[in-house]
């Protein structure tokens, strides 16, 4: 009984990590999706935050290998951001076990409703190549870093961050921002699993499992990115936006 109950569980892992990988690949925000069902399952906190890090670093590595491969990104544009990604989420990961990250419950719903609102009144946003406001260079010394320090610090919502910095700093279009935003989110994976894995708070079954899910998910959603560009991306950010505002809140109060 047992046995079967552990596979059923297994199995509701690896559907599970499937779509989050979908969502995240597109939108991101697969967090929203897995943290909970390991958290529902019995999962301790810990150690469902470190499993999560791990399966989600195979989803965010398949989707930028099919957006590099799909020339949609090349590693000449986007190596030193993913460098400058890593090392702030390096630090993140470090500080939080120093920090108190409370504040964060108040600051991170107002900025997923902002962006939310700015992508739904926003229809044409990342449409065109735009001029950048910013700098190649600034942008990978400051904006980068401090969202993949927020990646490692906490988490939900990096990929929605990095998309909208790409668009409205560096003038990216929508679909090649999304592929910057997951090369960079995969390099603060990376620094977060790193961290986590000499930890020993990995559950690596269930890891291993939602890997096989995210990888799955995250080519077909890569694809679905790649063949239908903003009419889906927009519409599927503004939706994890609000619902990742809608889970702090029910969590809350």
């Known amino acids: 009984m047992e046995s079967e109950i552990a596979w059923q569980l297994l199995l509701l892992f690896f559907a599970v990590a499937a779509l989050a990988g979908f969502v995240d690949s597109i939108a991101g925000g697969g967090g929203l999706i897995t943290i909970p069902v390991l958290l529902l399952a019995q999962i301790p906190p810990i150690s469902a935050l470190a499993t999560n890090k791990v399966q989600g670093v195979a989803g965010s590595f398949t989707a930028s290998l099919t957006m590099l491969r799909r020339r949609i990104i090349t590693v000449k544009e986007i190596w030193r951001a993913a460098i400058m990604s890593f090392i702030g989420a390096a630090i993140g990961t470090l500080c939080v076990q120093l920090l108190d990250v409370a504040v964060l419950d108040i600051v991170i719903p107002i900025v997923l409703l902002l962006i939310g609102f ?14 950048p406001r910013m700098s190649a260079k600034a942008y990978n010394l400051t904006v980068v870093p401090g969202i993949g320090f927020y990646d490692g610090l906490f988490g939900p919502g990096t990929g929605s961050f990095f998309s909208l910095a790409n668009i409205a700093l560096r003038g990216k ?28 708070k990995i559950i690596w079954i269930i890891g291993l499992v939602m890997i096989a899910g995210q990888v799955l998910g995250a080519y077909l959603g890569s694809l679905m990115v790649i063949s239908h560009g903003a009419k889906l991306v927009r519409p599927l950010v503004v939706v994890v936006c609000f619902l990742m505002v809608a889970r702090y809140l029910y969590v809350k109060f």
């Open 118 to 131: 700015y992508f739904l009144l926003t229809p044409s946003i990342g449409q065109l190549e735009q001029k």
């Open 173 to 200: 279009q929508i679909i090649k921002a999304t592929a910057g935003a997951k090369v960079m989110n995969f390099a603060s994976n990376i620094a977060s699993v790193t961290v986590f894995v000499f930890s020993g």
